[in-house]
């Protein structure tokens, strides 16, 4: 239970009550929870949005459940993709190391802030209002799959320093597989048949940018597994777009 709890205080805002786990590699260990978290947060999205779409227009109503959904998260994983975005623009591993750890925002985060933001509302307006809960529900859940498995897949960037080696010394490398394994047999319950294009999406979304920061970093930080949340989840967004534009869904 220890795990469950630090695994809501760290991936949202939410004052949840009890004893969290401590120690070295805690956080990793709490991985195992980090999909619950974001199934959670989806449906009270779900709710918001539905209530919200009763007082509204359906895009001022999309607009406000993603205001909910990042102040949930207390912009965790935005300031990682700011990060990263902004590390890019180094000559070099250490001098993208040295601005991902400069508090200040740069062109590449702020732009790319933006454009995250704007490409995920038009998704989600894109998406028929009886089957936006669904999106809502999918993009958390699935987005938390991704720091799992970027640690199965790839090393940190600088081991034994940063949160993010400490979550990899903690992390078990079945966590990322058993939670896909799991997401590939339930997910049909919620999507249906298409449910393996929105699965796909969310997975090649989230290795696909964990891959290529560990390339230019060498490895994974914090912020790169921050980030990937965030593209993950962005990713899922624009395959429910997809589909809703083919009327597959």
Sequence with gaps: MG?????FRFLTI???PGREATGAGALGRAAWWFPVVGLVLGAALAVADR???QIFPLTLAAVLTLTLWKLATGGLHLDGLADCLDGLGGRDREQRRAIMRDSRIGVFGAAGLMLCL???LAALTAVPPDRRWAALVAAPTLGRMAPALAGACFPAATPGEGSGAGFLAGLSPWTGPVQLLLAVILLPL???PRGGIVLGAAALGGLGWSGL???RLGGLTGDVLGGA???SELAVLLAFAALAHHRWI
Excluded: D, K, N, Y
């Design 190 to 192: 919620l999507l249906g």
């Design 229 to 231: 949340v965030e593209v």
């Design 118 to 120: 704007l490409i995920g």
């Design 14 to 16: 939410a004052p949840v």
């Design 213 to 215: 920061l560990a390339r």
């Design 3 to 7: 795990s469950l709890i630090l695994a």
């Design 51 to 53: 209530a919200l779409a």
